[in-house]
Structure formats: C-alpha cells, structure tokens
C-alpha cells in the first residue's frame, strides 16, 4: 500500500540542515557522496539510526549504492542480503510486480501469511518474532522499524533508499510518514540526476539472475506452466489466499495445484518444496 499522507503544517517549511544537505547533494551529483548526502538530507527531517540505498535492475542482484552501517557484522548482512536474501524481500518481490515510486513501509510491502512461509528456513535467515517481517538476514541489525523511498529511474530500474530506526525508539510515527511524502518529490529528482552519471561508473558490476533463473527452472522439467507459477509464489511466501488473488483463481483451484505438483515432485510438505528448491541453486 502506498502512503499518501498529508504533512503536518510544522514541516511544510524545510529545515536549514535539510537545506543544506539537500543544496550539498545537489553540488555532488557526479559523485558518490551524492546519495549519503541525501540520506543525510532525510535524517534532518525524521529521526533515521541507519540506512542504505540499492538499485534494482530487472532479475539481477541488486547494485549495492551506499549505506551508513557503522559495524562488520552488519555490513556482512548487508552482504547476505545482496548475494542472497533479497529474493525474499517485499521490497524485491513488490518492484518485480512494478512498484511504482513512493514511501512505503516495508511490512505493507510483504504478502500476507509471509510470517509463516518456509523462508525463514533458508537462505541464512533467522526466524524473529520481534522483527517486522519476522525473520532476519543473519547479521542484520536487529530491532528495526523500516520505511523504503522507491525512486523509479530510466530503464525499469528502481532504487530503495531505505531507512531504519529501532522499534524500542517507537519506530516511525505517521508524522515521520508524512514529512518523508512531502520531501520525495525532491529526492527522487536529485537521486535520478546522481544515477544518469554513476550507472556507467558501478551499477551491474558482478550481478547476475542466478537466482532468478533458478525460480524459472525449477520444476520446468515435470511441472505445467500454471503449477510452476503456483510453485514460484509459494516460494515467494504466499499463502493459498494470496496465490489466488495473485492469479486469479480459486483457493481450491491452488490447493489442486499445490497437490498436483507436490505429487509430481515427490514431496509432500511445503518445507520439502523450498528444500528441493535451494537444491537447484
């Protein structure tokens, strides 16, 4: 869901250090401190512990951009994350479906049943109760609300600027929310400047669509083309419910699937599914 929240008339008037920040990335563009510079220009509008930003381009892995990670751990979650854990994320799965540019926060990017699907199993992920999505990519930091600006650029490429802030600091309020719709608009229009000239420089260096190559093998060998679609939504952690709506069929339509393909596979539980998928890899 999309946030389109009006912003309090307290923020309508941009802050000085937003000012500032915002007049320094725009003086960068043509280097990388640009996109820190813009994080930097969110944080003196909404209280942000930690961010990063990503580009998405098609079915490769994700162009890593910049981050303020402070700690090793973290940044080898990060790591993770880009090698790996990214087919899991709503973010990933929602810009596949064509996300458009906006706010959003990412537990209203995930698909519903999400917490119970078997990704937590897999991938180098740790199931969390207390995490939003309710797993964590291992040496990720814990205990963090997130909103994600989506700022689409040329080419169907789209880039997340995500920014975090622990849960036991209240998380972001519909305030925050709002203030970061209104200064969007601006944001996304400096980051596209920045990307026309530094997409040359580091975007797709070492990226591929493993593992999206993977989600389009598996099963094609003995599984029809609808079962396969069935099967790829169960793997993106989607309920019965949810891979209907996703395909326009019945709950009872994707349970015959489900069934048909689990027979076909010689496997019997969901778990079973995701293991003879990670397999394939």
């Known amino acids: ?89 709503p973010f990933y799965a929602a810009y596949r479906r064509g996300l458009e540019g906006g706010v959003y926060r990412i537990r209203d990017l995930a698909p519903d049943a999400y917490l119970e699907s078997e990704h937590h199993k897999s991938f180098s992920v740790t199931l969390s109760a207390t995490e939003e999505l309710g797993y964590l990519t291992n040496d990720w930091p814990q205990g963090m609300e997130e909103i994600d600006v989506a700022v689409e650029l040329p080419g169907r490429e789209l880039a997340e600027i995500a920014l975090m802030r622990p849960v036991r600091k209240g998380g972001f309020s519909e305030a925050d929310v709002g203030a970061l719709v209104a200064i969007a608009p601006l944001i996304a229009a400096v980051y596209r400047r920045y990307w026309a000239s530094a997409s040359s420089r580091i975007a797709h260096q070492g990226t591929d669509s493993a593992i999206e190559d993977a989600f389009d093998r598996f099963g094609g060998d003995v599984l029809s083309p609808r079962e396969r679609e069935v099967a790829q939504l169960i793997l993106r952690g989607h309920s019965g419910n949810s891979v209907g709506t996703q395909l326009g069929i019945s709950t009872t339509t994707v349970k015959t699937h489900r069934k048909n393909l689990y027979g076909k596979l010689g496997i019997a539980t969901h778990f079973e599914l995701f293991s003879l998928f990670l397999k394939g890899l």
Do not use: Q
């Open 1 to 89: 869901m999309k946030l389109e929240i009006a912003p309090p008339s307290d923020r309508l008037s941009p802050s000085p250090p937003w000012r500032d920040s915002l007049a320094e990335a725009i003086e960068n563009l043509d280097n990388d401190r640009c996109p820190l510079l813009l994080i930097a220009a969110t944080g003196s509008v909404v209280d942000v512990e930690m961010a990063m930003s990503l580009v998405y381009s098609g079915r490769s892995r994700p162009v890593h951009v910049c981050d303020t990670f402070s700690d090793e751990k973290a940044k080898r979650g990060l790591a993770n994350y880009v090698e790996n854990t990214y087919v899991l994320n």
